[in-house]
């Protein structure tokens, strides 16, 4: 190691752990928060449904894939035929 | 309204039991009825840091099965006589302590305390969440170091969902405090500084408690930094964090070391 190197050595590592940490815990925090997440969605999608008209809670499905590069949600809603016949 | 406050962080060693004494200190010495809990069961410390090992006859676990009273558990400091101690139980584990015995026992400490502050154990065990069960308002204790705000992040997390008042929809208030911090190497870019810490963590400062061997000092002779050395940075740092905890408005003093090129080269070569 230089001896321009051993000086530097230790200079402004911060800004490499805050960045290192700000990638992990945008990782960590969508896991984490995940498994809480599709259920809450499920619950508030149907409760602004049934606002409008009546729904088996089995017809909405809400779905969260996290891949490594890409996640998806899929959320299915399936629509009541004599619901949507009166409006 | 009495309040109940958890001091918690995930990670061990970061100041939590040295930060529970200090701000319960500081607390009572503002004229508040503050006891202090230890929910490390089978590692107390608080009692020790507080100075009152020797007087511990019942404990937290004793009161929360019923074999002994509140009264006969809590432990009455000496110097600031509004303030008082329930230790852990030294011989038991977490598993000892149920939701139920403990949400008994801090209703009746809400009684006759304004302030009641839950020193937690490191982890996210059975001991850590029941010391954030009940609480009103959480103090996250980090280090500007990065498993320190990794792990605080964590608990932040689980007080957002594991709590009773997440649960029940209400907001739980959570603060940081930053213990350890110096601002010297922070501002060479050696350490993350207190922004770096409050961008990731995005909750509010309570207080910035600089790196300080008076923190030590304190310990060693169990008396909490604000009643033993009340006028060091530290001890400024902690009365300043109780007195906004009572919500005072008060300014954060930028402890920012001014140096010149030949000191900073100098102080780098002497530390490498």
Redesign the interface.
Known sequence: MSFLG??V???????V??D???I??QH??AL??GA?LAAILQQEILAVIAKHFPIDRDRVVVKLDRGDQISTLEIDIEMPEAALARN | MSKVVVVTSGKGGVGKTTSSASLGAALAQAGNKVVVVDFDVGLRNLDLVMGAERRVVFDLVNVVQGDAKLPQALIRDKRIDTLSLLPASQTRNKDALTEEGVGRVIDELRESFDWVVCDSPAGIETGAMMAMRFADLAVVVTNPEVSSVRDSDRIIGMLDSKTLRAENGERLEKQLLLTRFDAARAARGEMMTVDDVLEILAIPLLGIIPESPDVLSASNVGCPITLHNPGSAAGRAYRDAARRLLGEDIAFSAPRERRGLISRLFGRKAAA
Do not use: V
């Open positions: 051993f000086l050595r230790g200079r402004r590592s911060a800004p752990a805050r290192r940490l700000q992990l815990l960590e925090r984490n928060g809480d």
